[in-house]
């Protein structure tokens, strides 16, 4: 081996895994055309290569790694068929209406909603039990009377305008 | 899309349904009757009044003139006229609460108000405004009746 043959042996492993750059690769095929040594080194690399290659591939024919495949299909029916949840979260999602154009007519509609049925809820709601059923009567021109027949729930409110056409009562 | 449309469409529905009940309305039954002793009898139509008309007034004759059933809105006048037009009357919804319509009632004659009150309508009671002359004699009576 030759002292240029240091240099070499590691542009040597990059050029049995072709890695190296054309100008190593280059170097490293003109220094072999000259060493016999570093040729040698190059066929013990590829020797040792098939050496290990050829049993791992016999080995790799033989076996079909079907857990592997049932995994795989596992996982892909998984993916295609959801759970009922699923489906219900899906068609609840509500990430269309938070857009701009859809919540703030939402949210104002909300607010007049909110407005009106607090006029209604919060409203004083006064008890009539007992109230009387004219809450006021008047006339300018005339004389007015009111009478109430509480058996027949019935409530007279009488104008005068002819005093003796009156009620009888 | 679709979704969204869907919803909205739920929402709005909601919406209009709430609103719809909340809106104030009432239903009365206006019937103006002509009482007079030009006459004797009661309109048969009146046959539910007959035992009150007989007992308050001193009248032979009860005919009934006009039979409405208004629908009573918030602070929307509804105006029922004689068919010679000279009486005019207006009831206008002021309040609606649970079994209660205040209805206010003005009596016009020839564009003069003679007489205006605001009632009460509960469930079942009646109301009997009377007094305006007719022009045929007698006088004319309206009767009110809130339908809950």
């Given at each position: 081996m030759k002292d240029s043959c240091s240099s070499i042996s590691k542009l040597l492993e990059k050029y049995f895994d072709q890695e190296g750059t054309d100008k190593e690769r280059l170097l490293v095929e003109g220094h072999l055309q000259d060493c016999p040594d570093c040729r040698d080194a190059l066929t013990s690399m590829e020797e040792l290569r098939t050496l290990i290659k050829i049993p791992i591939e016999k080995a790799a024919q033989k076996e079909d790694f079907p857990w592997v495949w049932q995994k795989i299909e596992r996982e892909i029916r998984s993916q295609e068929k959801r759970v009922w949840w699923q489906s219900l979260r899906s068609w609840l999602d509500?990430?269309?209406?938070?857009?701009k154009k859809v919540w703030i007519p939402a949210v104002a509609t909300a607010v007049v909603l909110l407005f009106v049925t607090a006029q209604i809820i919060f409203k004083k709601t006064p008890s009539?039990?007992?109230?009387?059923?004219?809450?006021y009567v008047e006339s300018e021109t005339n004389n007015v009377m009111v009478y109430d027949l509480e058996k027949s729930m019935v409530t007279v409110i009488w104008l005068f305008e002819e005093p003796e056409k009156g009620p009888s009562t | 899309m679709r979704k969204t449309a869907l919803l909205l469409i739920v929402f709005f529905i909601f919406s209009f349904l709430f609103l719809s009940t909340a809106s104030a309305q009432v239903q009365v039954r206006l019937r103006a009757i002509h009482a007079s002793d030009a006459a004797s009898g009661v309109d048969p139509s009146l046959r539910d009044l007959h035992k009150e008309l007989g007992s308050l007034f001193s009248f032979t004759s009860y005919r009934l003139m006009r039979d409405e059933i208004l629908n009573l809105s918030l602070n929307q006048p509804a105006k029922i006229s004689s068919r010679e037009g000279r009486i005019i009357l207006e009831t206008t919804l002021v309040g609606l609460h649970k079994g209660v319509a205040e209805v206010r009632i003005k009596v016009t004659r020839e564009g003069s108000e003679i007489l205006n009150t605001q009632v009460r309508l509960f469930p079942g009671r009646t109301v009997l405004v009377g007094g305006p002359k007719h022009t045929r004699g007698g006088v004319v009576i309206y009767a009110l009746h809130a339908n809950f």
């Amino acid at each position: 081996m030759k002292d240029s043959c240091s240099s070499i042996s590691k542009l040597l492993e990059k050029y049995f895994d072709q890695e190296g750059t054309d100008k190593e690769r280059l170097l490293v095929e003109g220094h072999l055309q000259d060493c016999p040594d570093c040729r040698d080194a190059l066929t013990s690399m590829e020797e040792l290569r098939t050496l290990i290659k050829i049993p791992i591939e016999k080995a790799a024919q033989k076996e079909d790694f079907p857990w592997v495949w049932q995994k795989i299909e596992r996982e892909i029916r998984s993916q295609e068929k959801r759970v009922w949840w699923q489906s219900l979260r899906s068609w609840l999602d509500v990430s269309p209406l938070f857009k701009k154009k859809v919540w703030i007519p939402a949210v104002a509609t909300a607010v007049v909603l909110l407005f009106v049925t607090a006029q209604i809820i919060f409203k004083k709601t006064p008890s009539y039990s007992g109230a009387s059923v004219v809450e006021y009567v008047e006339s300018e021109t005339n004389n007015v009377m009111v009478y109430d027949l509480e058996k027949s729930m019935v409530t007279v409110i009488w104008l005068f305008e002819e005093p003796e056409k009156g009620p009888s009562t | 899309m679709r979704k969204t449309a869907l919803l909205l469409i739920v929402f709005f529905i909601f919406s209009f349904l709430f609103l719809s009940t909340a809106s104030a309305q009432v239903q009365v039954r206006l019937r103006a009757i002509h009482a007079s002793d030009a006459a004797s009898g009661v309109d048969p139509s009146l046959r539910d009044l007959h035992k009150e008309l007989g007992s308050l007034f001193s009248f032979t004759s009860y005919r009934l003139m006009r039979d409405e059933i208004l629908n009573l809105s918030l602070n929307q006048p509804a105006k029922i006229s004689s068919r010679e037009g000279r009486i005019i009357l207006e009831t206008t919804l002021v309040g609606l609460h649970k079994g209660v319509a205040e209805v206010r009632i003005k009596v016009t004659r020839e564009g003069s108000e003679i007489l205006n009150t605001q009632v009460r309508l509960f469930p079942g009671r009646t109301v009997l405004v009377g007094g305006p002359k007719h022009t045929r004699g007698g006088v004319v009576i309206y009767a009110l009746h809130a339908n809950f």
